[in-house]
């Protein structure tokens, strides 16, 4: 009985004084009936009270039923409910069930039903839960009776009847069983059926409305539910997450991609709900896609939403996005973003329109410009649904069309209007048109307005006129047209009309209003006619405003007005006050007394506001004794410019609510309506959402970077930063592809801190594009400084550092004093800025510079080179993806720098190369070299190139490009690739400079041709057994003490050759994996190490030659 | 989410009510009916209400109102596509979604209601696990019931729920294996009145009833599948193979049940079947107008035009009509001014045409507005989009 604890507590107070308190006999029962079943100890004192708290509770209901028996007409429903038969039972509740349903209390009957909550017959039992879920709240003592049953339930092998106890159990409203609840429902989060943890889901919100203490228990219920894989309980959990704890957006992150990815298996009612949240929750970990797209050029991969600026960009997005221009970075779509968009896409053909619309309201609000468009077809359909769909599709239509109009205008003629639409959706088809309207399109609507304006639907046709009026404020080309065609409303024969056309056409006329006195004057004979408040009070404005185009009517119509003053309604009383002023103003002679006439009337008027503003206007006008001071500006009060009205949609602005939502529809903020947030500045930690992967991966990942880092000469800009996880896209592998100078980093195994540095890195990735510049002459510097400790780099090479790691770390730090502020201080404390470093002579000689700033000496290449060699990076980045535990990392590149010529044979030019290990640009076969070439003679050095190569058969060389210069001093690099044909044979070509030629030759050590090979350990096992007899070359060997530690061996392994490391089951095994970059053939490398010292080498390859020569190798450096 | 849902009819009675949260009085309501009077028709009653404590969400179908009440923030079109559901859930059930079934059948629309929403959260929504849950009154059930005992409620437990097609209930035996499909083609046209075409769309859809053993999983390929511009599906159709393939794949439900809507895109002008000649003439001097149309066909393919009906609603100013149909039946009601024409097939040879004098209201100015004509007709096997019947093909059906 797992609930133990918790009914204790309550069970052990009542127990106290069952009887004597007697407040709720009933719960006391419930806590003893519980005891009685646990079976304790209690159990035989229980029992004794038991007995007479039964009795004393079946007497007190007989006697209240024997009180009201006669007044009540449910009598024969009792007695039909405690007959044993059946039919009987089920034709009461049928009853009881109807008159439920007519809205009729059935509470009396409770205690009869109740009784039956544990009936044979399911259809009986099923209208005692509904009856008992609709008054257990009333009645909650009596209600506890059934909880036993429910309880029952729970246990029941059968997942359908587990769920369906758990339904009911959660529907009781009575607080008392909150424990008992919040037990269930942790229970059924992990119970084995996917159905019993949906109805859990469920529960959640029940409970909670309950009693809201329970949140953050249930929160971890939530959280528990929301790492669940299967589609029937995404729907659910989310919605519980949304009434409980949408805030917690936290808890999405592990979740997010997951969601997304069953999103389409989801059941239609739980799309909805997540696709909602989901955009709330990109909203918060997202850039916006549309901050700057000025930027994108630099991105020709994202030039699919880089189309043509939007001329209804928000103001308020125009304003940030400017403000952050010059800081930001070139806006990259986080892969997860584009996930989210890729996998809501096809909803759009959803059948369900909450599903369409949800899917379009997410589009709107993350897409990137260019891409909403999608989502028009899909609403344009849904028009065709009912007619309360439409009402709310032409809300959200009306709202998006204001801000991205393009995307409707194709489907103009989908909103033209029906004779059969509803009067609502009428008007809001009109909205939707007068937003679409545009230069091109405006003929065509008006004359569809045309049509509007002889409609017998007399709201609709004002609501017409209405659209007529914006589309001329909107449209300057048309307003004259529209104009005249309102003026010939005005003699239309219906009220409505005319009155409604006066009040657009006052609205136009304060827009020019010097060129219309002739329409004026014919507002002006109106006055006779027109009886529309709103209508008359508009003329008299005009005329007033207007008074010095129709001098000699504007007398007349207050002369009239005046007479008529006392029947007029307040509105136009108002105004006829403010034209009575106005004349008084510019024409007192004629309206003096016309206008005392009706300021007295106005005196006495009844309504208040009249009074005053007659007052107000007497001061004013009529100079008085001691006043003045305002008259002498009453002028420029009354007849001063006013700014001619805009007349814009009542939708605009709206989107600032979620489209879709409730609140938008209303235009209020609804009860519990989630604001849409603003996108973030800078974008969240991405990592965040990294789930799947398993650990070692993203480490390897990492640092299998920084070994890509590590060849400080290296071509940087090829260098790429594989920031992303295993799931993500291949697209954002480009995206993020980051500068290895600006990398910082830390050899850190610890996944955690792994994380963070890993998008710091993505971050510095982008942003590293607009610095390159910098960093380049900076680099040039570093170069300088580098040949000073050049006599260092060669003593230090032999100090093997067994933490190879920190030290390529440190090199990357290297590169940027600002980022090395930033990085965590624990970091720093496990990679001591000692001289401990790889073998590799370049690294040593990075230590000793490691104060300087400037990161790496910036190759020569061009940068046609620099965008293939990114590719080829990429590539090799997947294929070295091996998984090794980040202590036993290599260093990168195996041999150190390697002499090509002597600078005294080079008459001042030293050349050394070095073998990057990193995949060549142009040909995947090919070795990329790294030739760094300085210049320590006095005259500049010109021309450097490679000569006609004299190569054995196979080798190919791709060259380096030409280096036009070299000064004094200066060291520069360039990378070459050579094809050795998987052959040690040497590379012989010429180094020329202007002047001179020099015969140079490479030979690669075996272990540079090949590269790194990821794989499983069953994959090796089964490549081992393909590869065996004259393939295996088997060598024993001792291991000296000082290489007998794990990460020794592996980094004097991968020093001499470039293999990746292959993850193994036993301690004491080490495995390899690599291909011959010419034939790719597998080479394959397992060390089994005794801890006596004892070690067995076994090297296979169907390349016998280089098996052989790397087994050689290998036992060299890992015997020295 | 849903809170409660009341069922109004067009006097303004709640004859149904069911709650899945707390009570709500049902005095919610009286802003509904506020809002009902304020709005003429039915059709313009908000389907959105906002009251000081709750929102109001209501669909309007068969006469009667179906308003849910909710308390916090919900899309509306989720209530508004699960009322619209829980109305086609009714219709399946009892064929027929009126006010007096729904009363005949309160138990079983209680037991409906309840198994859809679970604490206002829509939990079994297809009609295939309802009926394993529920069974469907059938007159012969009823007879069956009322002498074994029995009852509608499925005693077997609805394992479809639990399954990865929740769409399709499992166990499904036939004999005669049999599939139809349905395909209906609506044009919607705005025509003006000198007889050319405003706008015009094809909308269609494709019902089917499949009655098939097992787990059967069907294709379906279209011989012009781009014609359709516009789909959407059943959940149970696979999107990526029809995206991919322009195949649709899908495992059906078991029954009917709307596969496909489509929309043929209106740039190619669609061809209407039909024209109608009008004259209406209104006299300012005599209180008498004349009135006269006929109904002809037009590039029907050589199919016949049948069950055409014309309805027109006629200016306020209009007292009384006298006409004369050359075939079918028309009325006039005085009250609305509804004109309605049921006409029947249209026979080329001799078409139908309604003659006659409209009697305006004495005095009142001729009314200035034109009637619109509304027109409605049926072509059988004739698609008028040119979509090719679909090839039907089965896959993995034992």
Not at chain 2, 69 to 97: A, K, M, N, S
Not at chain 2, 162 to 186: C, I, M, Q
Request: charged content about 25%.
């Amino acid at each position: 009985m797992p609930g133990a604890g918790e009914l204790l507590l309550p069970s052990s107070d009542s127990l106290a004084s069952p009887l004597c308190s007697g407040r709720r006999p009933l719960s006391t029962l419930l806590s003893i009936k519980n005891l009685l079943r646990k079976d304790t100890a209690y159990n035989p004192w229980s029992v004794s009270f038991l007995a007479p708290l039964l009795s004393f509770l079946s007497a007190k209901h007989s006697h209240i039923s024997a009180k009201c028996g006669p007044m009540t007409r449910h009598d024969d429903l009792k007695e039909m409910l405690d007959t044993n038969k059946d039919s009987l039972k089920l034709e009461a509740m049928k009853r009881i069930v109807a008159m439920i349903a007519r809205g009729k209390n059935a509470s009396d009957l409770f205690p009869a039903v109740v009784k039956n909550v544990a009936c044979k017959n399911i259809e009986v039992k099923k209208l005692v839960y509904v009856y008992l879920v609709r008054y257990a709240e009333e009645q909650q003592d009596l209600a506890l009776l059934s909880i036993s049953t429910f309880q029952r339930g729970l246990k029941d092998p059968n997942q359908l009847i587990r769920a369906s106890a758990l339904r009911v159990l959660s529907s009781i409203r009575v607080p008392i069983i909150v424990p008992i609840m919040m037990l269930a429902i942790k229970e059924a989060a992990s119970d084995m059926s996917p159905y019993v943890r949906k109805t859990a889901a469920h529960a959640i919100p029940k409970l909670y409305s309950l009693d809201s203490d329970q949140k953050d228990q249930l929160i971890e219920v939530i959280e528990k539910l929301l790492a669940d894989k299967t589609t029937l309980v995404a729907g659910s959990v989310v919605m519980a997450f949304e009434e409980v704890c949408p805030e917690r957006i936290d808890l999405i992150h592990k979740n997010y991609r997951k969601l997304c990815n069953l999103l389409i298996d989801v059941e239609e009612w739980g799309q909805v709900v997540i696709i909602s949240m989901l955009t709330r929750y990109a909203r918060t970990q997202f850039l916006s896609p549309t901050q700057n797209e000025s930027l994108l050029e630099e991105n020709p991969e994202k030039a699919f939403y880089g189309s043509e600026e939007d001329e209804a960009k928000g103001p308020g997005s125009e304003e940030a996005a400017a403000a952050a221009l010059p800081t930001r970075k070139p806006y990259v779509m986080d892969p997860d973003h584009r996930l989210l968009l890729r996998n809501t896409k096809p909803l759009l053909q959803s059948r369900s329109a909450a599903v369409v619309m949800a899917v379009a309201q997410l589009y709107f609000h993350l897409a990137p410009k260019a891409e909403v468009g999608v989502i028009a077809k899909a609403l344009v359909r849904l028009l065709r649904s009912h007619s309360e769909v439409q009402y709310v599709v032409l809300q959200n239509v009306a709202t998006m069309s204001i801000k991205r109009r393009g995307m409707f205008e194709p489907y103009l003629k989908s909103f033209y209007i029906r004779s059969t639409d509803p009067t609502q959706i009428k008007i809001l088809k009109l909205e939707v048109l007068t937003n679409l309207a545009n230069e091109t399109n405006i003929p065509t609507v008006l004359r569809e307005f045309q049509t509007y304006i002889r409609s017998m639907d007399k709201d609709f046709v004002a609501a017409t006129i209405q659209a007529i009026g914006r589309c001329a404020t909107n449209i300057g080309r048309v307003r004259d047209t529209c104009l005249n065609g309102l003026v010939q409303l005005l003699s239309n024969r219906d009220e409505l009309v005319v009155a409604e056309s006066v009040v657009v056409i006052k609205k136009l006329l304060q827009m020019q209003p010097a060129q219309h006195g002739e329409i004026i004057k014919h507002l002006a004979k109106l006055t006779d006619n027109i009886q529309v408040p709103m209508a008359r009070a508009s003329i008299l404005w005009l005329i007033g405003e207007y008074c010095e185009h129709v001098p000699r009517i504007a007398p007349d119509v207050l002369r009239k007005m005046a007479k008529s003053f006392t029947a007029e309604e307040d509105i136009v009383k108002l105004q006829v006050i403010n034209l009575a002023a106005k004349l008084y103003l510019t024409n007192s002679k004629q309206t003096k007394l016309l206008t005392q006439y009706v300021l007295s009337l106005a005196k006495y008027d009844q309504n208040y506001d009249i009074r005053d503003r007659a007052r107000f206007t007497r001061q004013l006008i009529v100079p008085s004794e001691q006043g003045g001071a305002l008259s002498r500006h009453a002028k420029k009060l009354f007849l001063a410019p006013k700014p001619a009205p805009v007349l814009e949609s009542s939708f605009k602005d709206r989107d600032h609510f979620q489209l879709g939502s409730l609140s938008h529809l209303l235009n209020a903020k609804a009860t519990g309506y989630q604001e849409l947030p603003d996108w973030p500045e800078e974008a969240p930690d991405p990592s965040v959402r990294n789930v799947e992967v398993p650990e070692w991966t993203k480490c390897s990942n990492r640092e299998k970077r920084k070994e890509k880092e590590k060849p400080f000469y290296s071509d940087s800009e090829g260098e790429s930063g594989p920031t992303e996880s295993a799931d993500s896209d291949p697209e954002s592998e480009s995206e993020s592809d980051s500068k290895s100078s600006s990398e910082s980093g830390s050899g850190e195994s610890s996944s955690e801190s792994d994380n963070e540095d890993q998008d710091e890195d993505e971050e510095k990735g982008r942003s590293s594009e607009s610095e390159q510049s910098e960093e380049e002459g900076e680099k040039k510097k570093m170069k300088k400084r580098k040949k000073v400790p050049e006599g260092q780099r060669e003593g230090s090479s032999s100090d093997e550092g067994s933490d190879s790691s920190s030290s390529s770390s440190e090199s990357e730090m290297t590169s940027d004093t600002e980022e090395e502020q930033v990085e965590p201080a624990s970091w720093r404390k496990k990679t001591p800025p000692s001289g401990k470093s790889a073998p590799a002579a370049k690294e040593i000689s990075l230590l000793d510079l490691e104060d300087f700033t400037p990161p790496s000496v910036q190759p020569l290449s061009p940068p046609t080179v620099v965008s293939t060699s990114l590719a080829a990076d990429l590539e090799g980045l997947t294929l070295t993806d091996s998984p090794l535990v980040p202590s036993l990392l290599s260093p990168v590149s195996g041999a150190g720098r390697q002499e090509l010529l002597h600078r005294v044979a080079g008459e001042g030019l030293a050349v050394d190369y070095t073998f990057s290990r990193q995949p060549f640009s142009g040909d995947p076969h090919m070795v990329s070299v790294h030739i760094h070439f300085s210049n320590s003679s006095d005259t500049p050095i010109k021309g450097l190139h490679v000569g006609t190569p004299k190569l054995p058969a196979g080798i190919s060389i791709q060259e380096f490009p030409e280096i036009e210069s070299l000064s004094p001093g200066e060291s520069t690099t360039a990378i070459m690739g050579i094809n050795f044909c998987d052959s040690t044979q040497a590379a012989n070509f010429q180094l020329c400079t202007q002047t001179r030629q020099f015969y140079v030759s490479i030979q690669p050590p075996v272990g540079e041709l090949m590269a790194p090979v990821f794989m499983s350990e069953n994959e090796f096992k089964k490549e081992q057994g393909k590869l065996t007899g004259m393939n295996e070359i088997t060598e024993k060997l001792t291991l000296p003490d000082a290489s007998r530690s794990d990460h020794v061996v592996v980094q004097k392994v991968t020093a001499t050759a470039n293999l990746g490391r292959v993850p193994c089951g036993t301690s004491d095994e080490y495995r390899f994996a690599g291909r011959t970059l010419t034939s790719g053939s597998l080479v394959l490398l397992t060390l089994d190490a005794r801890p006596t010292g004892a070690a067995q080498l076994t090297v296979n390859s169907e390349k016998m030659v280089i098996g052989t020569m790397l087994v050689k190798d290998v036992v060299q450096a890992l015997t020295q | 989410m849903i809170h409660s849902l009341f069922l109004i009819n067009s006097s303004g009675d709640i004859f149904l009510e069911k709650h899945w949260k707390s009570v709500v009085s049902r005095s919610v309501c009286d802003y509904f009916f506020e809002a009902q009077e304020r709005a003429t028709e039915a059709e313009n009653v908000p389907p959105v209400i906002p009251t000081p404590h709750h929102y109001l969400l209501s669909v309007y179908r068969h006469k009667i109102f179906f308003v849910a009440v909710i308390q916090t923030e919900v899309p509306p079109l989720f209530v508004i596509e699960f009322l619209h559901r829980v109305v086609d859930t009714f219709q399946d059930y009892f064929g027929v979604c009126s006010e007096p079934v729904i009363k005949d059948n309160v138990v079983v629309v209680y037991e409906v209601l309840e198994e859809m929403l679970d604490n206002g959260f829509p939990l079994a929504t297809e009609s295939n696990i309802l009926k394993e849950l529920i069974k469907p009154p059938t007159i012969l059930r009823t007879v069956v019931n009322t002498i074994t005992g029995s009852t509608n409620v499925g005693d077997q437990l609805p394992t479809g729920q639990l399954s990865v097609v929740p769409w399709r209930r499992t166990g499904v035996k036939y004999t005669n294996n049999e599939a139809y499909f349905d395909v209906v083609e609506e044009i919607d046209a705005i025509i003006d009145k000198s007889g050319s075409t405003i706008t015009a769309e094809i909308q269609g859809v494709i019902d089917a009833c499949v009655k098939l053993t097992g787990m059967p999983d069907l294709t379906l390929s279209f011989m012009n599948p781009r014609l359709l511009d516009d789909v959407s599906f059943h959940p149970c159709v696979r999107f990526k193979r029809w995206e991919s393939e322009r195949i649709l794949s899908f495992i059906p439900p078991d029954g009917n049940f709307r596969l496909l809507s489509y929309h043929v895109s209106a740039q190619n002008l669609v061809a209407i079947p039909v024209y109608v000649k009008h004259n209406i003439s209104f006299r300012d001097s005599t209180s008498l107008g004349r009135f006269e149309i006929t109904v002809g066909p037009k590039q029907t393919m050589g199919k016949t035009i049948e069950g055409v009906i014309v309805t027109s609603q006629m200016p306020k100013g209009v007292l009384n009509m006298s006409l004369s149909p050359s075939q079918g039946t028309h009325t006039f009601d005085p009250v609305t001014k509804m004109l309605s024409w049921d006409v029947g097939k249209i026979n080329p040879q001799k078409l139908p045409s309604l003659k006659g004098t409209v009697s305006l209201q004495a005095g009142a100015s001729r009314p200035d507005e034109n009637p619109t004509i509304n027109l409605q007709f049926k072509i059988q096997q004739l698609a008028i989009s040119g979509l090719n019947p679909p090839l039907f093909a089965k896959e993995d059906w034992p």
